[in-house]
């Protein structure tokens, strides 16, 4: 990947961490008894949620009952991994300035720390639109160069590679595009070299693509969330490549 690469991914799940916080004065300072009041109203909001949801299935014959313990913990740990995520990801500047992570994960915060998460996730956004637009600046500018039909059947985004097969003549790709933009379920490359790939793909789920013309053969660049091995990388070079719709 030359545009859409593992750090322009990252940087994309850094974009949105201002959205939803609500400004609380209170936060600037560390207090337990904030915390536990703050708490105590978000897991009430949650099961009111839930309750909800579980009215509704039930309206819908769907025996659904709300298990309000297991809530509980299963809202104990949201909490938890959204410390530990803001704790990797956020830069210490503006981990210096929460007076209680916890209280941030529950999404209040000072005003202080709202401006500076603001300005950090908006940075990070025009970085990551400046990327995409270059690769669609650079696919424009070799829209002669690469057939159409080629470039919108090269497109996976959300799908899953349920398969691999691969032989001297083909490399193919078997994938489950229910939640995907496409019918495609299976791309076949001709004459192919494989340039990069890490480990097992199956089971891994489609990011993004990007195609490129080398020579008289073309360069597959993919980018994958692997459940063996997180963000990576698949690129093949091949004459050609075959899809196969539902």
């Excluded at 839930?50 to 769907?62: F, V």
């Excluded at 090269?154 to 933009?181: K, M, R, Y």
Aim: glycine share 2%.
């Amino acid at each position: 990947m030359k545009f859409l690469t593992k750090e322009w991914y990252e940087l994309m799940q850094k974009t949105s961490y201002h959205l939803g916080l609500e400004e609380e004065p209170r936060a600037e300072k560390y207090s337990e008894r904030l915390y536990e009041e703050v708490y105590s109203q978000e897991l009430e909001k949650w099961l009111e949620l839930h309750q909800q949801i579980a009215l509704l299935s039930q309206a819908d014959e769907i025996s659904q009952p709300l298990h309000a313990d297991q809530e509980a913990v299963h809202f104990r740990e949201i909490q938890l991994y959204k410390q530990e995520m803001f704790r990797r990801s956020l830069p210490s500047a503006i981990l210096n300035q929460i007076a209680d992570l916890r209280v941030f994960a529950l999404e209040k915060a000072s005003a202080s720390v709202i401006s500076a998460l603001t300005q950090f996730c908006e940075k990070n956004h025009q970085l990551v639109q400046k990327a995409s637009e270059q690769y669609i600046t650079f696919l424009h500018s070799l829209s002669t160069a690469i057939e159409r039909e080629l470039l919108q059947n090269f497109s996976f985004h959300d799908c899953v590679i349920t398969g691999v097969e691969q032989n001297e003549q083909a490399f193919t790709i078997h994938l489950d595009p229910t939640g995907g933009f496409t019918d495609i379920c299976k791309v076949t490359f001709e004459d192919y070299v494989i340039l990069e790939l890490d480990g097992n793909i199956q089971g891994a789920w489609w990011l993004y693509e990007e195609v490129y013309p080398v020579n008289d053969s073309y360069e597959f660049h993919a980018l994958l969330q692997s459940p063996h091995a997180g963000l990576t990388y698949l690129t093949i070079s091949a004459k050609n490549a075959n899809f196969t719709s539902n």
